[in-house]
């Protein structure tokens, strides 16, 4: 083998190498990013919402000018809700209960202020709420309220507030340090109450109460008012099934969906991290053909010099191996430097991800550590057979 050396090392072009290493480094970084990019943004759009089932859908309807000249309302009155209770697909259909009253708020996060501001509550019956019911109870009377926030709060807080002012950044795991008191205000009375934020939503775009604290606070701050739903929570039967969007297309309902939204976002980003990796294995794929061109010069620079070894008794075996062994190795050196430079890349923007949704799980970089195993094994298994063929065709030549 010490020959075969010798005759490889005579004719190495090394900006030929280097033009290989450069192109397969370029494609294997986009292959690996992309890939390990879908692996960890995927579940931020897949992850189910802690206090709301998927089979969950909240319903509204549609807002136009046509409602306006028609005077129609946009509330939901008994005859409506209970014509939709009856359709077959819907498991069970419950009520938005909003406050008739005022509510006045103060936030502050580790003794800092954060927010100053009225609000409006709403309900939903007891039984939509997934989650711990010891956490999710209301005594009239009592001081204490359990507090659902929509997520988009907790994002704005940690990619606005906290950010900008040096605050520490909130996960469910630290909703402790969420300090929220509530004013309410109505029938001549004021009270004040501890909001006890017990978690966030994906799906729910409002300030969510316990029923029980909704029915009791509107019967004693606003007893002489009453607004009918204009939403309602439904749990679906069969989420596929046609038959709702065409009963909510005929009664002019729109449903509030996120996890629709969620779904048609996956698969969007599914396609264009395809289409990211695509470029990328062409530009392998060329980085590839670029290296076995400069391996099939050299070979046929030693063309005469390799028959005489194959006339010697060397094996095609032994005198292909330098060559697989340089092709091995140029390949390896460009699976680590790609790992290397997919580390500052991969903290960059899951820095970002996890400002936006602190709950997403970090996950591992082991899906780019597969894949980049995996294709470099690919790319010098066909480097060397490659190798070796070009090696048999000089032997079957001496004959």
């Given at each position: 083998?010490?020959?075969?050396?010798k005759?490889?090392?005579?004719?190495?072009?090394?900006?030929?190498f280097?033009?290989f290493?450069?192109?397969?480094?370029?494609?294997?970084?986009?292959?690996?990013?992309?890939?390990?990019?879908?692996?960890?943004?995927?579940?931020?759009?897949?992850?189910?919402?802690?206090?709301?089932?998927?089979?969950y859908?909240?319903?509204?309807?549609?807002?136009?000018?046509?409602?306006?000249?028609?005077?129609?309302?946009?509330?939901?009155?008994?005859?409506?809700?209970?014509?939709?209770a009856?359709?077959?697909?819907?498991?069970?259909?419950?009520?938005?209960?909003?406050?008739?009253?005022?509510?006045?708020?103060h936030?502050?996060?580790?003794?800092?202020?954060?927010?100053?501001t009225?609000?409006?509550?709403?309900?939903i019956p007891?039984?939509?709420?997934?989650?711990?019911?010891?956490d999710?109870?209301?005594?009239p009377?009592e001081?204490?309220v359990?507090?659902?926030l929509?997520?988009?709060?907790?994002t704005?807080?940690n990619?606005?507030?906290?950010?900008?002012?040096?605050l520490?950044?909130?996960?469910?795991?630290?909703?402790?340090?969420?300090?929220?008191?509530?004013?309410?205000?109505?029938?001549?009375?004021?009270?004040?109450?501890?909001?006890?934020?017990?978690?966030?939503?994906?799906?729910?775009?409002?300030?969510?109460?316990?029923?029980?604290?909704?029915?009791?606070?509107?019967?004693?701050f606003?007893?002489?008012?009453?607004?009918?739903?204009?939403?309602?929570?439904?749990?679906?039967?069969?989420?596929?099934d046609?038959?709702?969007?065409?009963?909510?297309?005929?009664?002019?309902?729109?449903?509030?969906?996120?996890?629709?939204?969620?779904?048609?976002?996956?698969?969007?980003?599914?396609?264009?991290?395809?289409?990211?990796m695509?470029?990328?294995l062409?530009?392998?794929?060329?980085?590839?053909?670029?290296?076995m061109?400069?391996?099939?010069?050299?070979?046929?620079?030693?063309?005469?010099?390799?028959e005489?070894?194959?006339?010697?008794?060397?094996?095609?075996?032994?005198i292909?191996?330098?060559?697989?062994?340089?092709?091995?190795?140029?390949?390896?050196?460009?699976?680590?430097?790609?790992?290397?430079?997919?580390?500052?890349?991969?903290?960059?923007?899951?820095?970002?991800?996890?400002?936006?949704?602190?709950?997403?799980?970090?996950?591992?970089?082991?899906?780019?550590?597969?894949?980049?195993?995996g294709?470099?094994?690919?790319?010098?298994?066909?480097?060397?057979?490659?190798?070796?063929?070009?090696?048999?065709?000089?032997?079957?030549?001496?004959?």
């Amino acid at each position: 083998m010490s020959l075969v050396w010798k005759l490889l090392r005579q004719h190495i072009s090394v900006p030929q190498f280097m033009g290989f290493a450069l192109a397969n480094l370029f494609g294997m970084c986009i292959v690996l990013v992309g890939y390990q990019f879908y692996k960890d943004v995927i579940p931020v759009f897949t992850s189910e919402d802690s206090f709301m089932k998927t089979d969950y859908v909240i319903l509204s309807k549609k807002i136009g000018m046509g409602n306006t000249l028609s005077g129609r309302s946009n509330a939901f009155n008994n005859s409506e809700i209970a014509d939709l209770a009856a359709q077959p697909f819907a498991a069970k259909v419950g009520k938005f209960t909003s406050t008739e009253y005022k509510v006045d708020a103060h936030m502050s996060v580790s003794g800092t202020d954060v927010l100053n501001t009225e609000l409006f509550f709403e309900s939903i019956p007891d039984e939509f709420v997934k989650g711990s019911t010891a956490d999710w109870s209301y005594t009239p009377g009592e001081k204490r309220v359990p507090i659902i926030l929509p997520r988009t709060y907790l994002t704005m807080y940690n990619f606005g507030f906290a950010r900008n002012r040096s605050l520490p950044k909130i996960s469910e795991g630290l909703m402790g340090l969420i300090d929220l008191d509530i004013f309410i205000q109505g029938n001549g009375r004021r009270e004040g109450f501890k909001g006890k934020v017990i978690g966030f939503s994906n799906r729910l775009s409002t300030i969510l109460v316990p029923q029980a604290f909704m029915d009791w606070s509107n019967a004693n701050f606003a007893p002489d008012a009453h607004s009918d739903a204009t939403r309602l929570v439904m749990q679906l039967d069969n989420p596929a099934d046609e038959n709702v969007t065409k009963y909510l297309d005929r009664k002019g309902y729109e449903m509030e969906n996120g996890q629709l939204e969620a779904e048609k976002t996956a698969r969007f980003l599914q396609l264009m991290i395809m289409l990211v990796m695509m470029v990328g294995l062409i530009i392998s794929a060329l980085s590839f053909y670029i290296l076995m061109l400069s391996i099939y010069l050299l070979v046929q620079k030693n063309a005469a010099k390799l028959e005489n070894l194959l006339l010697m008794g060397y094996s095609p075996g032994s005198i292909a191996r330098p060559y697989q062994m340089l092709t091995i190795g140029l390949n390896v050196a460009v699976l680590l430097i790609a790992w290397a430079l997919l580390l500052p890349v991969r903290s960059y923007y899951m820095e970002i991800i996890e400002a936006l949704f602190p709950n997403t799980d970090a996950g591992t970089i082991w899906p780019a550590v597969i894949l980049g195993i995996g294709l470099c094994a690919l790319v010098s298994l066909c480097n060397g057979m490659a190798i070796r063929h070009k090696i048999m065709s000089i032997w079957r030549r001496r004959d």
